[in-house]
């Protein structure tokens, strides 16, 4: 449709609209009067029905309670507003009213053919009925004292309310009505001349658009007029200048960018849309391996070999190629290009779509030989920096691992200890390997077992230093199979398996080896030295906690036993009897101490010489040591004066254990440098927990006392502490003074 057709008919669309909405409005004008009538008069009614109802503060009776008055009120409000009043009680019977008609007072009401009345009376709504009678509108409220109880219903004529909206409404109407048909008018004059200056607009630009189209660029159109068309105008005017400019450059452009085409580096092919080859720049000839012309106006799968990335074949129509020339849509994925020489070039292939009727893609292949050649290099130092990496790691594993047991092996107190820890974490640190930790004993003529794990036990647990290449050498010895090198005499084993010994060194000395077993070492001929580093790290940490170790329990030693003797000295011994003592007190136990004395100490020093003294106290040491239990505590309290502590004993057992000890020592025959030293006694005081105290230092001050006793009745006697204190001393083995006190 043409567009002065358009806008014809929207102009009569619009007289048709402006008529349709005014016949609208004068339609809901009259129903909205109507209603407003109706309202009015409802609001009427109930305004005089309160006003009926309305009863002073003083206490006077209310209109409706009051027919004379009432009927007069009714009068002065028919007379100032014209209308008829009637007023109904509960039942319908007339109260009073003021009409133009005739209605009895004290009848019923009847001329309401509906009911209507009663209705209103029952419910509370008010209704609307014509009086057959008058044939009035009349309008039924009902009057409610109190509030929500209905006492009777007020009877309103509203034709006359009706009758004046009416007339309002009409006058409203017909002003509407005139001034929609003027609009009309003036719509369609304004459209009548609209449509002229529309139409001479108009054709002047569809010639000069006609001409332009058909190819004359220096077309132009008048454009004197100063209306919008006039714009139009000089807009064409100025278009058909700039298109006749962008032509010439357009043609420059174009060289310029076959100029490009030619000299870029990535190849460039355009396919038509049946898949033959329409043009290639230099670059993708070459890529191609073939000549220009050789590849122009041939189906592109005849001169172009694509393989997907790993050299693997397309499935048909599965190339970007094909792909893009099936579905219309951009395609680039990494291919490798087959030259006529038949080697591979990987290019990333780049096809997109024309947007022309006939179709047809642009190809770009780029060539990215260098950067995979790149990406090797780059993986290839990657893989290296990983390799690095898990051995850097694996080396902080090692050195943290190597720490802690160093660590644990520092907290040990006690070689026991040292050897359980050990024997747990070489199962951890050299998984797959059985071995050993074999100690010098100190005369250094036995190597010992200390620790074992595995499941191959392929070392003897006892062996002389001599035995093994390890202690000889000072170095490791590695044996195996394939190897030229003896195997330790401590092997006990002759099968294919790879044995270390790896010598355990720490501050000059060397305290014994480290011993393992590969049991496949001939299907691992590398595996001692995938773990050569931290055995190494094992072995000098194992080494130096062995040597503290060792160090720390020759201190100890020295701490708490006499030296010339070797047994506990006082110090130990005060420190043991106290625990012992809270032990055997928590476990209802009896405890002995037992203290003694050398008698005549002094003359073997006076007599024979120091020498000779300390031999008599190393003997008596030995006695004591060769007559007591391992449980038993046996120290030099202090000069030529011992103690023997027995946890468990009773007094009698301590009393009996006392008399041998005595009669052991006054056996002894000592000689010192060919002369003989004659008779050794000693002196011995005996007390018990809990007979002789609760506490150690009671223990020990019964038990010397009783000593005291001993010496003083004679020597060479054992006298037990008395139970109770003012009781007699107990003589456990009565001797004739053989020596003055």
């Given at each position: ?18 008529g ?7 339609y ?23 006003t ?40 319908k ?12 007072v ?6 309401d ?36 109880t ?58 000069g ?19 919008e ?8 005017n ?9 032509r010439?450059?357009?043609v ?7 100029d ?10 355009v ?27 041939q189906?592109w ?24 020339l ?107 390997l059985s071995?050993?930790?074999h100690?010098t ?25 001599e ?9 490791e ?7 030229l ?11 294919g398996?790879?044995?270390v ?56 030693q020295q ?7 070797g ?28 203290m ?19 031999l ?6 030995a ?10 505590v ?11 502590v ?16 005595r009669?052991?020592i ?18 011995f ?18 038990a ?21 204190p ?6 456990v083995?009565?001797?004739k ?5």
């Amino acid at each position: 449709m043409r567009i002065k057709s358009q806008i014809i008919l929207s102009m009569v669309s619009a007289a048709a609209l402006i008529g349709l909405v005014g016949g609208v409005a004068i339609y809901t004008q009259i129903a909205t009067t109507r209603l407003l009538g109706l309202t009015e008069a409802t609001a009427v009614a109930r305004e005089l029905a309160d006003t009926i109802v309305f009863k002073a503060s003083d206490g006077a009776p209310s209109l409706f309670e009051r027919p004379d008055a009432l009927r007069e009120f009714l009068e002065h409000q028919h007379h100032s507003s014209r209308r008829d009043f009637l007023i109904l009680d509960r039942n319908k019977v007339l109260l009073a009213h003021a009409a133009d008609e005739a209605h009895p007072v004290g009848v019923q009401y009847d001329h309401d053919a509906g009911n209507e009345v009663g209705k209103t009376l029952q419910d509370g709504v008010p209704r609307r009925f014509i009086d057959p009678h008058e044939i009035n509108d009349i309008l039924a409220v009902p009057i409610e004292y109190p509030e929500g109880t209905i006492i009777g219903a007020v009877l309103l004529e509203y034709d006359p309310l009706l009758r004046d909206a009416e007339r309002r409404a009409n006058d409203t109407l017909w002003l509407v009505g005139l001034s929609a048909a003027a609009a009309i008018l003036v719509a369609a004059g304004l459209a009548w001349m609209l449509l002229r200056r529309f139409g001479a607009g108009l054709s002047d630009m569809m010639g000069g658009m006609e001409s332009l189209a058909k190819g004359d660029a220096m077309t132009r159109i008048n454009h004197t007029r100063k209306d919008e068309f006039g714009q139009l105008a000089h807009g064409f005017n100025t278009m058909a200048g700039e298109l006749e400019s962008s032509r010439a450059q357009l043609v420059a452009q174009k060289a310029y960018i076959e100029d490009i085409v030619q000299t870029a580096a990535e190849g460039i092919a355009v396919l038509d849309g049946d898949g033959r080859i329409a043009s290639v720049n230099p670059a993708a000839a070459a890529m191609l391996g073939r000549r220009a012309d050789k590849i122009e106006g041939q189906e592109w799968g005849s001169v172009m070999t694509m393989r997907d990335a790993r050299g693997g074949e397309f499935a048909a129509g599965t190339s970007p190629v094909a792909l893009a020339l099936t579905t219309g849509r951009q395609q680039q994925s990494e291919v490798r290009l087959t030259k006529s020489d038949g080697s591979h070039v990987p290019v990333i292939a780049s096809c997109s779509p024309l947007s022309g009727p006939d179709g047809g893609l642009v190809l770009t292949l780029s060539d990215i030989s260098e950067l995979r050649r790149a990406e090797g290099v780059v993986n290839e130092r990657a893989e290296q920096l990983a390799v690095l990496n898990r051995e850097l790691h694996e080396k902080s594993e090692t050195t943290t691992r190597l720490v802690k047991l160093g660590e644990l092996l520092q907290a040990c107190v006690t070689f026991p200890e040292a050897f359980s820890v050990v024997g747990t974490a070489m199962a951890e640190f050299l998984g797959g390997l059985s071995g050993t930790v074999h100690l010098t004993s100190a005369s250094r003529n036995l190597v010992e077992e200390m620790a074992h794990w595995g499941d191959v036990r392929s070392s003897a647990a006892q062996f002389a230093p001599e035995d093994c290449w390890a202690l000889r050498r000072g170095q490791e010895h590695v044996a195996g199979p394939g190897m030229l090198t003896p195997r330790c005499a401590h092997i006990t084993e002759n099968g294919g398996k790879g044995y270390v010994c790896m010598p355990l060194a720490a501050q000059g000395e060397t305290l014994g080896i480290l011993h393992l077993c590969e049991p496949n070492a001939a299907e691992k001929p590398q595996w001692l030295a995938e773990r050569q580093q931290i055995l190494r790290g094992v072995v000098d940490t194992l080494a130096l906690a062995l040597a503290n170790l060792r160090l720390r329990e020759t201190l100890r030693q020295q701490s708490i036993r006499d030296p010339n003797t070797g047994l506990f000295n006082r110090r130990y011994l005060e420190e043991t009897g106290s625990r012992e003592l809270r032990r055997v007190e928590r476990s209802a136990q009896p405890l002995v101490v037992i203290m003694l004395d050398v008698d005549h100490f002094k003359q073997f020093n006076d007599t024979f010489g120091h020498e000779a003294g300390d031999l008599v106290l190393k003997q008596v040491a030995a006695t004591l040591l060769e007559h007591a239990r391992d449980s038993d505590v046996v120290s030099r309290y202090g000069g030529e004066e011992f103690a023997l502590v027995m946890p468990g004993s009773s007094v009698e057992e301590g009393a009996g254990r006392a008399e041998v000890l005595r009669q052991a020592i006054r056996q002894l025959h000592l000689t010192h440098r060919g002369r003989t030293l004659g008779t050794v006694t000693a002196s011995f005081g005996v007390a018990a927990y809990p007979e002789h105290g609760a506490g150690w230092a009671e223990l020990t001050n019964a038990a010397d006392h009783a000593l005291y006793e001993a010496k003083g009745q004679g020597r060479d006697r054992v006298i037990v502490a008395p139970s109770a204190p003012g009781e007699r001393l107990q003589l456990v083995s009565p001797q004739k003074r053989g020596r003055d006190a």
